[in-house]
């Protein structure tokens, strides 16, 4: 089963609160589990990507959190800016297969 | 600039047309995938090659087909359009298969 799920479709957070976003796989082969970050109008662009062999990976305010007992993972941004507004896909390969990606959560962060 | 570039940015045709969409990789990367984004939708994978073999096959519709060049560039070409085809079109590349892709800035196609 190739199929990663994502949750929520949509969220909306104040500015300095935290956006969390999750995501859960089925396929124990996964072992790349990257973040993408997409404005209208423009291609994906990663944003933060974590391997199994750890939990937890932080780059400035956003975090990978990873259960690999649990075949979750989520991303979480701390103090959530105005600027942060874009729509957030999780995604997963392993094997050398291609990226399999969740279905997205537009995030809008109020002023 | 990702390094990944489409061209064209726009394209608006009829139903039934044919159209090429192009993709030049980042430079050094050997593996192209495209995908399909609809509106309100995720981003379906269709295909994928490495340096110039097809390597895998997504949902990719019959009436839609590509190929990797010997300079590793792509294209993707659609046929028979139908409404339903219209999307934004995204192309990526990666040194390695399935990792650490780079995605240029998509193609939009509008049929009429």
């Known amino acids: 089963q190739q199929q990663v799920k994502q949750s929520p479709q949509s969220l909306i957070v104040q500015k300095g609160g935290i956006s969390i976003i999750n995501c859960a796989y089925e396929?124990?082969?996964?072992?790349?589990f990257p973040w993408y970050q997409q404005f209208p109008g423009k291609g994906p662009a990663l944003l933060i990507a974590i391997r199994p062999d750890v939990s937890e990976k932080k780059e400035g305010r956003f975090t990978i959190s990873f259960n690999k007992s649990a075949k979750q993972f989520s991303l979480h941004i701390m103090d959530s800016q105005p600027g942060d507004s874009a729509t957030y896909f999780c995604?997963?390969?392993?094997?050398?297969?291609?990226?399999?990606f969740g279905s997205g959560t537009q995030l809008t962060v109020l002023p | 600039d990702s390094g990944v570039t489409q061209t064209p940015k726009h394209l608006i045709t009829a139903t039934g047309q044919r159209v090429t969409l192009r993709c030049s990789p980042r430079?050094?990367?050997?593996?192209v995938y495209w995908y399909q984004q609809s509106l309100d939708q995720g981003l379906q994978f269709l295909i994928q090659?490495?340096?110039?073999?097809?390597?895998a096959k997504g949902n990719i519709l019959e009436r839609f087909s590509a190929q990797q060049f010997p300079d590793l560039h792509s294209e993707l070409n659609l046929s028979s359009l139908e409404l339903g085809d219209s999307a934004l079109y995204f192309c990526?590349?990666?040194?390695?298969?399935?990792?650490?892709?780079?995605f240029g800035s998509g193609t939009r196609l509008t049929v009429v």
């Open positions: 090659y490495y340096n110039g073999e097809e390597r």
């Open positions: 995604a997963a390969s392993g094997g050398n297969e291609q990226l399999t």
């Open positions: 430079s050094g990367d050997l593996s």
């Open positions: 396929n124990t082969a996964f072992d790349y």
């Open positions: 990526a590349s990666s040194v390695s298969l399935g990792y650490g892709y780079t």
